[in-house]
Each structure stands twice: as C-alpha cells, then as structure tokens.
C-alpha cells in the first residue's frame, strides 16, 4: 500500500548544488523534517544526510536524473553530502510533511 504523504516547502531555503566526481558538503536547515531533492541534470547522483563530516559515496540514496524525491531526516540533521561521478545539478529544498 502507497501512502502518498505531501510536503510543504521551506520557500526561501533552496540551493542549488553542483555535484561532482568529489563529494562535497552544503548546510541544511536543521529544523525541518524532510528534503525536497530535484535532479536538475542528466546524471543521477547520491545523496547522505546527517550531522559532523560527512561524505557520500555512491552506496548513499541516488536521486535518478530528471526526477524529484522527498526524504525524511531527523530534525537535527544539519548537512548534506553529495556526488556524481559525471557531474549533475541537484535543487535541494526543506520543507515539513503533513
């Protein structure tokens, strides 16, 4: 069974990330409950979520070219590490489920 579950944005808090061969690091707002990650480009990249140093490795979530996804993290989870092996543009935005 498929509950769909929606989302409200967090307006304002999107970035727009630039994933490469080498994982790098951006600052999320910690308070929030899920993120909403758009594959703006045409390779899939990975994704971890957590807090301290992090690095994503390509056994993390793939967020598939073209595609939207919202996960869930923990409300203090304040960073996100990213990587594509061909490089791709990822929109990362919080946002709060009902």
Not at 22 to 51: D, E, F, H
């Amino acid at each position: 069974m498929t509950i769909k579950a929606p989302v409200q944005p967090g307006y304002g808090t999107g970035q727009v990330l630039t994933p490469a061969a080498g994982a790098a690091t951006a600052t999320l707002t910690p308070g929030s409950k899920q993120l909403i990650l758009t594959n703006l480009g045409a390779n899939v990249c990975y994704v971890r979520v957590g807090t301290g140093t992090l690095t994503a490795t390509t056994a993390d979530y793939p967020v598939p070219a073209g595609a939207q996804v919202v996960i869930t993290k923990a409300m203090g989870d304040d960073k996100l590490s990213h990587i594509s092996a061909t490089g791709t543009t990822l929109h990362v935005m919080s946002g709060e489920g009902f």
